[in-house]
């Protein structure tokens, strides 16, 4: 029997590696390993004096990364967030040589998968949902210590649900009773204090996506991480960014846009765009996925690629 349960598969993979105009003896990081989809295709395009990093936090990529270690000299993994991306790249001595970085941000297809890792409201786990089981707390033991004012906030900002506050008070009246530790428990609870239901979309979705993101200090890593390419990436490097949701969209295209624009000086300022600095050049538009890709993998759908080159 085939098991398609743990396939992942890459998305927008070929724009990618298109985008970051590989150098063949270039040096590249994956921030986010996953399967290796994107790794592979990055090894694919490099010679034997080209180098690829990959960084994961999630130990089953890690053990996946390991393997291919083992067979492709050229490649190597560390287990950390991408928010330590320049620490990764400083102890290897190549702050402001590396010609890439591509973050495919998110859950894996595995991640999703197992039910054990609690990321999924439609498989029975423990509520776990860390990328990395090992280090920090569960979203059940996070749930059974929360304020009601923490839970809200999280609810609402990271996961714009209008009923967060009914969300809120579901949980801590369920807990008063019993522990929420299993992530149909959730579900089902967020299911009865929502009031109206939308069209394909699982009332807990967005508060699902809200305690992942913040049990696993998701944006602010992608904050720091975005700093951090420009400062390690070389002069004409690329940074790929794929994201699969507003929140972290809004975080790149800001950031995207700022540095393309330079030094924040009033519009009527004397001088040409030139002379404003800007430390990167947005290269093309946003980027997608085509129908063929749509029709094959239902991830793809809410995913966006944006690129930068660094100027500067
Ligand atoms: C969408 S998957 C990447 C898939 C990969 N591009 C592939 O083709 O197989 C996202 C991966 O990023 C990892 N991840 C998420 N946030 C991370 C972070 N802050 N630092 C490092 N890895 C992270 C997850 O554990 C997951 O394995």
């Not at 724009?15 to 790794?39: M, Q, R, S």
């Not at 067979?71 to 702050?95: P, T, Y």
């Not at 890792?117 to 996070?142: C, H, T, Y």
């Amino acid at each position: 029997m085939i098991n398609i349960q743990l396939k992942h598969l890459p998305v927008l993979l070929d724009e990618t590696v298109f985008a970051l105009a590989v150098k063949p003896d270039g040096i590249y990081i994956d921030g986010t390993f996953g399967c290796g989809g994107h790794t592979r295709a990055l090894l694919a395009k490099l010679s034997n004096k080209g180098n690829l990093v990959g960084l994961d936090k999630d130990p089953s990529s890690i053990e996946k990364a390991r393997k291919l270690a083992l067979e492709d000299s050229r490649f190597s993994i560390n287990q950390c967030s991408f928010g330590n991306l320049a620490e990764v790249v400083n102890s290897r001595l190549w702050k402001g040589q590396v010609n890439g970085i591509i973050l495919d941000i998110g859950v894996s297809s595995p991640q999703l998968d197992v039910a054990e890792r609690g990321f999924s409201f439609q498989k029975d786990g423990f509520l776990d949902m860390r990328m990395n089981p090992n280090v920090g707390i569960s979203a059940a033991e996070w749930l059974a210590r929360a304020t009601m004012d923490d839970i809200v906030t999280v609810i609402k900002t990271f996961g714009e649900e209008r009923y967060g506050r009914r969300i809120a008070r579901a949980i801590i009246e369920t807990r008063e009773i019993l522990p929420i530790v299993t992530t149909l428990q959730l579900a089902a609870l967020i299911y009865k204090a929502s009031p109206s239901r939308e069209q394909n979309k699982h009332p807990a979705t967005r508060t699902f996506q809200a305690i992942r993101i913040y049990i696993n200090n998701e944006l602010e890593d992608l904050k720091i991480a975005l700093e951090q390419a420009l400062d390690v990436l070389a002069f004409g490097g690329r940074l790929a960014v794929i994201s699969f949701h507003s929140l972290e969209d809004r975080i790149i295209k800001r950031f995207f846009r700022n540095e393309s624009r330079g030094d924040d000086l009033p519009s009527n300022f004397p001088i040409t765009i030139d002379q404003l600095n800007p430390r990167v050049r947005l290269v093309g538009r946003t980027i997608k996925s085509n129908d063929l890709e749509l029709a094959l993998n239902s991830r793809a759908r809410s995913a966006i690629l944006r690129v930068i080159e660094k100027l500067v």
